[in-house]
T-cell receptor, first 110, second 114 residues
Framework: ETGVTQTPRHLVMGMTNKKSLKCEQHLGHNAMYWYKQSAKKPLELMFVYNFKEQTENNSVPSRFSPECPNSSHLFLHLHTLQPEDSALYLC?????????FGQGTRLTVV | TQLLEQSPQFLSIQEGENLTVYCNSSSVFSSLQWYRQEPGEGPVLLVTVVTGGEVKKLKRLTFQFGDARKDSSLHITAAQPGDTGLYLC??????????????FGQGTILTVHP
């Protein structure tokens, strides 16, 4: 069983929908991350949160909106996505590296 | 330009063979991790190396961190079909501005045939 849990595991959404991805870590870590994994591309870091504060936004479009209400929970709010946003979205936590990953959410935008 | 160059990208071998995957960079890393990922799942941590020249063993897997902390290798002895998967190296650049930020290599897709 992983210490980082992501829900849902699979999500299909239309381009006009609004949905949210949830991540919860049970490891007591202070840093949490969102990564995007597309076919044939390295993992791309999207956002970094340290002690609930966003410390990095890796030029991510505003249609992706992260939220970190506390050091155990991380959300990624999605709205008006494009088909090219279809990917595996991974949450991770660390204190300090290494990072431990959740199982991911497979997102398909139709 | 890829910060971490991982090679080879694809490796298809027979059960019982040995293999090595390389991860190279011009940057110095304060730590380097190796992960294994199966389709539709998140990466699972295999090892972390932090000291230049460090060698770590995990059963049939041997991990080495270069003396200058710019490169690493993963060697698998007598590969088995259960070793099949995507292998990823990831490093935290020394002196980086973002705490815990990892840079990933492109990954190596390993297929071990029975």
């Amino acid at each position: 069983e992983t210490g980082v849990t992501q829900t849902p595991r699979h999500l299909v959404m239309g381009m006009t929908n609004k949905k949210s991805l949830k991540c919860e870590q049970h490891l007591g870590h202070n840093a949490m991350y969102w990564y995007k994994q597309s076919a044939k591309k390295p993992l791309e870091l999207m956002f970094v949160y340290n002690f609930k504060e966003q410390t990095e936004n890796n030029s991510v479009p505003s249609r992706f909106s992260p939220e970190c209400p506390n050091s155990s929970h991380l959300f990624l709010h999605l709205h008006t996505l494009q088909p090219e946003d279809s990917a595996l979205y991974l949450c991770a936590s660390s204190q300090p590296p290494p990072a431990f990953f959740g199982q991911g959410t497979r997102l398909t935008v139709v | 330009t890829q910060l971490l160059e991982q090679s080879p990208q694809f490796l298809s071998i027979q059960e019982g063979e040995n293999l090595t995957v390389y991860c190279n960079s011009s940057s110095v890393f304060s730590s380097l991790q190796w992960y294994r990922q199966e389709p539709g799942e998140g990466p699972v941590l295999l090892v972390t190396v932090v000291t230049g020249g460090e060698v770590k063993k995990l059963k049939r897997l041997t991990f080495q961190f270069g003396d200058a902390r710019k490169d690493s290798s993963l060697h698998i002895t007598a590969a088995q079909p259960g070793d099949t998967g995507l292998y990823l190296c990831a490093g935290e650049v020394a002196g980086g501005t973002s705490y815990g930020k990892l840079t990933f290599g492109q990954g190596t897709i390993l297929t071990v045939h029975p």
